[in-house]
């Protein structure tokens, strides 16, 4: 029986609605293969949200994303937008997405492609074999904690605060995400925080430590996180799983992002405890290569694939995804952020085309 799915589909800005018709096609392809029926349904976020409804998250794609099985998102972002206040910037829009559907945790798997290990600007001998999952505490901390502002002090001068928070709560749910994470892959989960500094590092140190006991099959370590992105950069190898909050999470995962070559070619989920979660590249909206044709669709249509793991229970048509860009790979198919010496340069589209032939005679 034909299995249907509603999917709410967010371009967003930039590079957002040509990654994202990539992305679409290959579902649609691997739908009929897997006898999977996509209802796309297409909203507004970000710039393009603020230009077409006043808004950069307008309550119809809120609602639209809720009554939904999973929502894929390209990116948001852009200079036309840049000097609006903060509330109605487009990067509002995504964390009240996130807030809006309590995403808490966000997987950001950095993985080196055999293919790819050129690309990176590491040595081939520190990042062969990279296999990292970020997991990224998403709707609290730093992004979130009150009070939050600019005000004015009593001498007239103006003064910018925000509030890095966590409740007990809100560290034990990312935690036990993490663990059963570590569980599933090397058993090995690294907590990263400044539990040298800050207070709220300390209870999220003490946390985490505690959660350890319920999962003796994982070998719980803690790292600061100016050690962490040194570690990161010196011997990636010696991590597997990464836990840390909403502002470490959101540069560590940059960094992680970088150690694979491109983070051109990096997915990533944003769960919640129930209801959809949101599939997203780990790159921005590249405003600067916007409507030329030359932006890596392959994060994309990962995220796509994240989104049939985590989201739909179809690891089959994800792993068929996931196969179908490591042979473009294979083939010697680039975009221009993945170039190499003796490549074939692509475009988006044309790296889509490409693809989708390669799906449909695996
Ligand atoms: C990310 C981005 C966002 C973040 C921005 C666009 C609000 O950098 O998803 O990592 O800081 O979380
Ligand atoms: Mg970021």
Known sequence: MTQKY????LPGDGIGPEIMAVAVDVLQVVGKKFDLQFDFTEALIGGAAI??????????????????????????GGYKWDSLPSNMRPEAGLLGLRAGLDLFANLRPAQILPQLIDSSTLKREVVEGVDIMVVRELTGGIYFGKPK????????????????????AEIDRIGRVAFETAQKRGGKLCSVD?????????LWRDRMTQLAAEYPDVE???????????????????FDTIVTGNLFGDILSDAAAMLTGSIGMLPSASLGASGPGVYEPVHGSAPDI????????????????????????QPGAAEHIEKGVLQ???????????????????????????????????
Not at 6 to 9: D, G
Request: with cysteine; aromatic share 4%; charged share 20%.
């Open 290 to 313: 916007a409507g030329q044709d030359k932006a890596n669709p392959l994060a994309q249509v990962l995220s796509a694939a994240m989104m049939l793991r985590y989201g739909l229970n």
């Open 194 to 202: 400044k539990a040298n500094v800050l207070e709220v590092s300390q």
């Open 328 to 362: 473009v790979l294979e083939q010697g198919y680039r975009t221009g952020d993945i170039i190499s010496a003796d490549m074939n340069l692509l475009g988006c589209k044309a790296m889509g085309e490409v693809l989708i032939q390669t799906l449909e005679g695996i």
């Open 51 to 76: 230009d077409g409804a006043g808004e950069p998250l307008p309550g119809a794609t809120l609602d639209t994303c809720r009554q939904s099985d999973a929502v894929l998102l390209a990116a948001i």
């Open 220 to 238: 719980l370590s803690h790292l600061y996180v100016d050690n962490a992105a040194m570690q990161l950069v010196r011997a990636p190898k010696q």
């Open 149 to 168: 502002g600019i005000f004015a002090t009593e001498t007239g001068e103006k003064r910018g605060v925000n509030t890095m928070a966590y409740t007990e």
């Open 6 to 9: 509603r999917i709410t589909l």
